[in-house]
Every structure is written in C-alpha cells, then in structure tokens.
C-alpha cells in the first residue's frame, strides 16, 4: 500500500463507519473464552487489538510487515506490534483485508497455519469481485479480488476447512460498482465528510452483521470467512 493511502487509513480507522463495523463484526466472531490466544497479522498500528483488550482479551500479538514505520513502531502495555509471527501457536489468527495484498496467497496461508493450533480458527475478510478492479485497489497495493470460489480454492490449497462463507457490505453493492464501472479512476470512497452519512453507513453495517451471524449475504463488496486447522 503506498505511504500516502497508508497514513490515511491510520487516520481514519478508529473513526470512520466501515472499519467501525468491520471491527464490531470481528468482534463477535471471537471465541467466548477470554484466555484465547489472538493473532492480528497485517494489524496496522493495533486499532483492533486495542478493542480486542478493552473488551477482556489479554493473550494478543500483532504483526504489521509494512515499511510504513507508523505501523511498526506501535506499542501498547499488553501488546507489541512486531514484523515476523513469534515462534508459538495461537487460538486464532485473523487477516483483515490483507491477503489480497500478497502475490502468493496459498504459501501465505500455509505459513499462517503453521502458527494455528490444531482446532484453531483463522478469520478474513477480502474484497469481492474483479469486475471492480478500480485505481482503489492499485492505490492499495492489491494483486486481486475474490469471489467465493476463488477464496475457497485457496483456502483449500492450503490444507484448510472453510466452516462458513460469506459476502458482507451488500446495501451499497450497487451504488459503488456503478461509480467503479463508469470511473475506474476513482478511489475516494473512504472520504466520508458528511456526519449524517456516515451514522447511515454505520447503522446499515451494523444491521448487515447481525443478519450475517443469522444467515449469511449472498452478495457484497467484502467476502468473510472462517476457516480451521483440523
């Protein structure tokens, strides 16, 4: 991700409505057990594991490889963000929106599930459909977009088990698929100046996560999954 974008999400992401509900839908995908060790690799400055120990969990570690030394540099009293995966197994390890930056994904995976315990959980989230390639994705570095098939074949080669799929942000599919179909050069999306928009994009999100923990969503612009190291 260039330096520029970089330093606008550290900016944003304790603010704005999208990384708001991605973090509360996160949030409740965690395992009810406070004790469980928790790996954030491609964290950031630590935003979720901040939330992740306000909320009662203290076995936390991140990891951030950007050269963006904003990200590295961050420490907390009960976390360190470092730039390799500690030698040790975890209860969970999550990557939010952050294989879609890296060129091998299936080797990545493999090397992330050699720090999952047997019968630990690896959560993602990547963006959904090619279709939308747009300046958004060059500006952030993205080598792809999935869909459901692709994520599963790569969670697959990696010797994982998806237990549950599905896409998320599907209210304003439509709305940004237009504006990415007629202008591929567009990539602020992210700029929400408008404080009753944003409490509209916030509460429509936090509607969608609680019907995502219900059924699932056939379609949208993100797609989560979970998956298992038997």
């Known amino acids: 991700m260039k330096n520029s974008y970089e330093n606008y999400y550290r900016e944003i992401e304790e603010k704005h409505p999208w990384f708001l509900a991605r973090s509360n839908l996160f949030l409740s995908l965690m395992p009810s057990d406070k004790n469980s060790s928790i790996l954030d690799f491609g964290c950031g400055a630590g935003s979720f594991l901040k939330n992740l120990r306000s909320v009662g969990y203290m076995d936390l570690s991140g990891v951030e490889v950007s050269t963006n030394k904003l990200s590295s540099t961050s420490t907390d009293d009960r976390f360190v963000i470092k730039e390799t995966i500690p030698k040790r197994k975890y209860d969970v390890i999550l990557m939010m929106d952050v294989l879609e930056h890296i060129e091998d994904d299936v080797a990545a995976l493999i090397k992330i599930k050699s720090h999952l315990r047997l019968g630990g959980i690896l959560l993602l989230s990547v963006p959904a459909y090619q279709l939308l390639w747009s300046d958004h994705d060059r500006m952030n570095m993205h080598y792809r977009r999935y869909n459901r098939n692709s994520l599963n074949r790569v969670i697959k080669e990696a010797k994982l088990k998806?237990?549950?799929?599905?896409?998320?942000?599907?209210?304003?599919?439509?709305?940004?698929?237009?504006?990415?179909?007629?202008?591929?050069?567009?990539?602020?999306?992210l700029r929400l100046n408008n404080n009753f928009l944003a409490k509209l994009v916030y509460l429509t999100l936090t509607f969608e996560n609680f019907l995502l923990k219900k059924t699932g969503l056939p379609f949208g612009l993100s797609i989560i999954s979970s998956c298992s190291h038997d």
């Open 162 to 189: 998806t237990e549950f799929i599905t896409n998320w942000n599907c209210t304003f599919l439509p709305i940004i698929a237009l504006s990415r179909l007629i202008n591929r050069q567009s990539n602020k999306e």
